[in-house]
């Protein structure tokens, strides 16, 4: 999986592109913990995300839950339709904010 990441305004926006499985979630890792330290509002774009495992699932679901308890936010943006069944049948989109898009994501607020 390859992770890249941009400021922007408030946002720090993550934007992933392959495979969201027991690999890619070390790379994600990777990136994010340069991050996390100095940041609270994160977009996790993953249109580009085309197979999510219980790797990448409970991936997400840690840094929602150690950003939040710092006050901070996690957005999910561009979920293909595959990916976001995952989301549904876990029933994760009810505790994630889900956007079409990353600009979607950070006009909400």
Known sequence: MVVTHHQDGD???FSLVGRFDAFGVREF???VSQVTVTK???IIE???VNFI???GLGTLVGILRTVEK???QVRIAGLIPEVLVIF???RLHRI?????TAAAAMAAG
């Open 11 to 13: 946002f720090t926006v």
């Open 96 to 100: 994630f904010d889900i956007y079409e």
């Open 70 to 72: 710092e006050g901070g």
């Open 53 to 55: 495992d219980s790797s």
């Open 29 to 31: 890792k990777n990136v």
């Open 46 to 48: 993953m249109a580009g």
């Open 88 to 90: 549904e049948l876990t």
């Open 40 to 42: 609270k509002r994160f």
